[in-house]
């Protein structure tokens, strides 16, 4: 698995038109793409199957607990989020990308914005593009936002707007309870008064950074050269995932070295950065990277989670326990620094912040609080 060598100091082609495309040009082009086999990840794989998390099961806390250990990633069931919904997500992102390209660049994303039409913001730090299309937003200013799209306000926008809202509200009252699991899964039981307290904080530090990004990947007439999604690990607490019924999410596995296809139908969970440096390493992000089709275009919805830009991070006391912490104390806007650098250098985020047994954290040992939230 190869790290870009630098960032790229150029501007990104977002608008490239991939529809007229009858080749990958050098800008899209990726090399050692499949230098690792690719290995099928749904029931029947045997040990390469993706964990999956039903969170209607008594023992779900287990099964968490397993899947944020071992893999970093499973596949979420009995969220209760309709089905029908999903599917009015997935058509009406489907039809916001199929406009005409002047009508979505009324929302592009300049320069040191965090929301409008563009590739992802990790997408600048590698000197490829990537064949897709994106638009980030806030669910608290979602309306404002797409009125850039549509300033006319019509049906197009209202139905869009109203089904989009009711995807937030959904995922929100999800992300909540899967928060209860992820603490019932360190070993924090829901009447201790620990629990109770790490639960309202992270809870709190969530309710207003929750960022959506839209993904479009169109179909690629040589997907073996072309990336839709550069490999990477989500930087915050823990993101949710929704892929259409198009196949495209892979996770890079070791031991040996394999890329591992995401079946297609439940929500995906992501352990972010940040979460790993909460639990103390207990709980892993995973290296993963979305591919391209020949014959269908795919959708996903990334739903991140994590606390406010300058809320300060460390790892849980409890996940701690007799031991040290494994990484220094860091808020979400320091670790994005880290991040381009580690990109830049072909290096690791989470060493670039981890601490050795001799290291003194200018903090403290951060073992005392999950977050520093102001008072």
């Known amino acids: 698995m190869s790290a870009p060598s630098q960032l790229s100091k150029d501007p990104r082609n977002n608008y490239f038109d991939f529809g007229a495309a ?51 990633v499973f596949l979420l069931e009995g969220h209760g989020i309709p089905s029908e919904l999903l599917a009015r997500v997935e058509a009406g992102i489907a039809g916001m990308f199929a406009l005409p390209t002047p009508e979505k660049m009324r929302a592009e994303r300049q320069d040191g914005e965090p929301y409008g039409y563009g590739l992802p913001h990790i997408a600048s730090y590698s000197s490829k593009a990537t064949w897709s299309e994106g638009y980030t937003l806030s669910p608290a200013s979602l309306r404002a936002e797409l009125r850039r799209v549509w300033p006319d306000a019509g ?116 352990i972010g950065d940040l979460f790993q440096i909460l639990t103390n ?40 326990g007799a031991g040290k912490p494994a990484y220094r104390t860091v808020t979400w806007r320091e670790y994005i620094v880290v991040r381009k650098e580690a990109f830049a250098t072909g290096g690791s985020a989470l060493e670039m912040v981890s601490l050795s047994p001799d290291d003194h954290d200018d903090e403290g040992d951060g073992a005392d609080h999950i977050s520093e939230i102001p008072s």
């Open 281 to 320: 390493g207990r709980f892993r992000s995973a290296y993963h990277r979305a591919v391209v089709n020949r014959d269908n275009a795919r959708v996903s919805v990334a739903y991140h989670l994590g606390p406010p830009a300058d809320v300060k991070v460390a790892p849980l006391r409890e996940a701690v």
């Open 155 to 270: 049906e197009d926008y209202r139905h869009f707007c109203d089904v989009m809202e009711e995807f937030h509200r959904q995922m929100r009252a999800v992300a909540d309870k899967l928060t209860v699991l992820f603490l019932a899964a360190l070993g924090l039981a829901g009447e201790q008064i620990a629990a109770v307290e790490a639960e309202r904080k992270i809870v709190e530090t969530m309710s207003e950074t929750v960022t959506m990004h839209l993904n479009w990947y169109p179909k690629c007439p040589d997907p073996k050269r072309a990336l839709g999604m550069t490999t990477h690990t989500d930087s915050g607490f823990f993101t949710f995932v929704m892929q259409s019924h198009v196949p495209g999410m892979q996770l890079f596995r070791r031991g040996p070295d394999r890329w591992v296809g995401v079946p297609p139908g439940a929500l995906i969970v992501n």
């Open 22 to 72: 009858r080749q990958v040009p050098e800008t899209h082009m990726w090399e050692g793409l499949y230098e690792h086999p690719v290995v099928d990840g749904g029931v029947r794989a045997g040990e390469d199957a993706v964990p999956v998390v039903d969170m209607q099961d008594p023992r779900a806390a287990e099964a968490v607990a397993r899947a944020s250990e071992q893999w970093g």
